[in-house]
């Protein structure tokens, strides 16, 4: 019994071994179309990797934004600092509140902000968060949370892709690897802004949906505030707008802000300020340099311009 145990054991060893040395072997070797549960991809869509550098420079800023894409393309640090108002942002693509209370675990005592604004795009609460997972594997360090992160996705792509991670981190594959700062219609701005050549939504009409919230992102929403108030740091909850014509095809807009506006201070752009689909927006849900101008000008003037009007008086 004893020599069936230790065989046993035996083969499970070397089958894990043997299963880490293909899954290198694939990630080095296999054309892309081959890999499609292994997909490591450093400097995707994004430019998460020149955000995370970026990093290394950025301490007690004035905002810290998080978020998915909302964030990174609809915070443009430059209109912040026309009021003086130092910002980092930390959004990603397709971030869920998974990878949000990760990069907070991570990054929050380094960058310290003096208020944090949360994008909170409905979508990113019925996600399963693979995509965003696999960008922050590849883009960024990774490290007990990253397994952390994989067991809560329990996907084979994640595994597969965070096994071929720790592979490129610990004997330092990427040390030299650069991003562009012009990638197509995409720049990397300073502070993790990424800016879209000007282009605009042709309309269109979507067939009507309905928000549902997962479980496990709501969860992990809570921790990542958790984290935040833990540090007494200040954090608003905001709702980037898109278009009106994908915003009225959801049935339940409402249901989403009552949920979300049990958390703390929250504001649904959507409802706050008008905007054009067409002469506003490059797709259905993300905003041109045109509107992220209107935008960000607004929310500065709502929680700052106000306030120091009301405190000079």
């Given at each position: 019994m004893k020599n069936f145990i230790k065989s046993i054991l035996l083969f499970i060893s070397f089958s894990i071994v043997v299963y880490l040395l293909l899954i290198i072997f694939w990630g080095n070797y296999i054309p892309g179309e081959y890999k499609k549960n292994l997909n490591y991809e450093i400097g995707s869509?994004?430019?998460?990797?020149?955000?995370?550098?970026?990093i290394k420079d950025v301490n007690n800023v004035d905002i810290?934004?998080?978020?998915?894409?909302?964030?990174?393309?609809?915070?443009d640090p430059r209109?912040?600092?026309?009021?003086g108002l130092n910002t980092f942002n930390l959004g990603s693509s397709a971030q869920t509140p998974t990878q949000t209370e990760i990069l907070l675990k991570r990054y929050l005592d380094e960058i310290n902000p003096k208020l944090i604004i949360y994008e909170v795009y409905p979508a990113t609460f019925l996600s399963d968060g693979v995509?965003?997972?696999?960008d922050i594997i590849a883009n960024?360090?990774?490290d007990f949370e990253s397994i952390r992160m994989a067991l809560t996705q329990n996907h084979?792509?994640?595994?597969?892709t965070l096994i071929y991670g720790f592979y490129r981190d610990i004997f330092r594959t990427n040390i030299n690897y650069k991003e562009e700062i012009v990638k197509g219609d995409d720049t990397y701005i300073e502070g993790g802004f990424v800016e879209k050549k000007l282009q605009y939504f042709e309309p269109t009409e979507f067939d009507e949906e309905a928000w549902y919230i997962k479980d496990q992102q709501l969860k992990a929403f809570e921790k990542?505030?958790?984290?935040?108030k833990k540090r007494n740091i200040p954090c608003i909850l905001v709702q980037a707008p898109i278009t009106q014509a994908k915003y009225r095809s959801f049935s339940n807009n409402g249901e989403f802000d009552d949920i979300i506006e049990k958390y703390g201070a929250y504001y649904n752009f959507n409802e706050l300020i008008e905007l054009n689909d067409e002469l506003h927006f490059y797709n259905s849900h993300h905003?041109?340099?045109?509107?992220?101008?209107?935008?960000n000008t607004k929310l500065i003037e709502m929680l700052f311009v106000k306030k120091e009007s009301t405190n000079a008086q």
């Open positions: 869509n994004g430019h998460m990797y020149s955000r995370l550098q970026n810290l934004f998080l978020g998915s894409s909302h964030a990174y393309r609809g915070f209109i912040f600092n026309r009021y995509e965003s997972s696999l960024d360090r990774n084979i792509k994640v595994y597969n990542a505030l958790l984290l935040i905003l041109n340099q045109n509107g992220v101008e209107i935008f």
